[in-house]
């Protein structure tokens, strides 16, 4: 008997692998074969990326019907759970130690995205007096008399500004932050993003102006309203809460989730007025409004996407803007078809996100340093 088909053995016997889901290594002599089996019992990722989802429910099913018959009930489950990881890991090994006949046999070609981890930037805080950087999320507030202090994870800093002047925060890729304004107005501000802002609201209305994406929940004023204004459209608040997008090169947004807003564009001045759940998108020179879940639109203030057969290569581009990455997608059919459905936590740990990712899209993903590569 070969050496590798002795450690195939081994990976599909019942004993060696409740032994090992117990962590017992110790029951047998360490022979180099059985030494090899730990390793590779260790490596070897226990999931059904390797088996089709309808292939593996099928198998699944299989071995439970063959454990019922059986009339050991107290065994069931053990039984069932080591037959399951016997199956997975045979098919691993299948893979891992094909047969001679087998390597005849040429693999199929794998399609990869590759991707890389930017170069990070601090989020930049600009007054007319200094400007000031931070390596991580920051939390503004502003409070009533104009008085700046920025809090991230060292502590807080008192900022210098003119209570006349417009400060300027600057939100790179990769970053998010969080702004209370004078009049106790609450903005969340989305990566690669600026916002500029008063440090007291002096006149008839209270402006603020932004380029990228921001949610904001609007202190209600009746006396002074409330007006963000981007490059494409000036949105008045009516005591509401909203998202607006207005990244460069990319089609701009609102998207009302409480209240009423009135939107002027450079398409018309005249004001479109949106209820709870419109959406209103400029693309192209053209203006539409639609009814929209704005859950989906506004999950990144509190730290997760939402996904609805949202194509691999869309949750990509948001991974760009949350994780400061850079993909390589190539836009071909095959990609085209593939699509996420969840709830995806922006986790700090890179790794964890894209292995949730992998999961949902049926591809693979591994990491080499700051290289990334997904097998579709």
């Known amino acids: 008997m070969t050496n590798k088909q002795i450690i195939k053995d081994l990976l599909t016997d019942e004993f060696f692998i409740a032994d090992m889901l117990a962590g017992d290594t110790k029951k047998h002599c360490h022979t180099a074969e059985y030494s090899e089996a730990v390793r590779l019992f260790g490596k070897i990722r226990l999931a059904n990326d390797r088996i089709p989802a309808a292939d593996y429910a099928e198998i ?24 399951c990881v016997s199956l997975a890991i045979g098919l691993a ?37 200094e400007i000031v950087t931070f390596a991580n999320d920051v939390r503004v507030n502003v409070s009533s008399n104009g ?38 107005t609450e903005v969340w501000i989305n990566a690669g993003s600026t916002l500029e802002f008063p440090s007291v609201f002096n006149g008839a209305t209270r402006n ?6 921001i949610y904001i929940e609007v202190a209600p004023d009746l006396l002074h309203p409330f007006i963000v204004s981007t490059p494409t459209m000036d949105i008045t608040a009516y005591g509401t809460a909203f998202n607006v997008t207005a990244y460069d090169g990319g ?35 053209s203006l539409n409004i639609n009814q929209v879940d704005v859950g989906k639109y506004i999950s990144w203030k509190d730290g997760y996407i939402e996904l609805n057969r949202t194509p691999v290569t869309d949750v990509l581009k948001q991974l760009e803007l949350y994780y400061n990455l850079s993909f390589d997608i190539d ?34 993903y591994h990491r080499e340093d700051n290289k990334i590569f997904i097998e579709y």
């Open 60 to 83: 699944m099913n299989k071995i439970l019907r063959q454990e019922a018959r059986r009339n050991h009930r107290l065994h069931i489950i053990r039984y069932a759970a080591v037959a």
């Open 93 to 129: 090994a299948f893979f891992l130690y094909p047969d001679e006949k087998e390597n005849e046999q040429p693999e199929a070609q794998k399609n990869v995205i590759t991707g890389e981890n930017l170069a990070e930037k601090d989020i930049q805080f600009i007054t007319d007096e």
């Open 147 to 184: 008085a700046l202090t920025v809090t991230d994870v060292k502590g807080e800093k008192q900022i210098k500004a003119d209570k006349k002047t417009t400060n300027r925060i600057v939100v790179p890729y990769g970053k998010r932050s969080q702004l209370t304004l004078a009049d106790g």
């Open 208 to 213: 603020i102006t932004v380029s990228g994406e």
């Open 251 to 285: 089609a701009a947004a609102v998207v009302l989730v409480e209240g009423k807003v009135g939107v002027k564009t450079e398409i018309s001045d005249v004001e479109t007025i949106l209820n709870p759940a419109d959406m209103l998108v400029i693309n192209d020179n």
């Open 331 to 364: 836009e071909n059919v095959e990609i085209k078809h593939i699509t996420c459905t969840g709830k995806i936590v922006l986790s700090p740990n890179l790794d964890n996100l894209m292995n949730a990712i992998s999961i949902m899209s049926s591809t693979k």
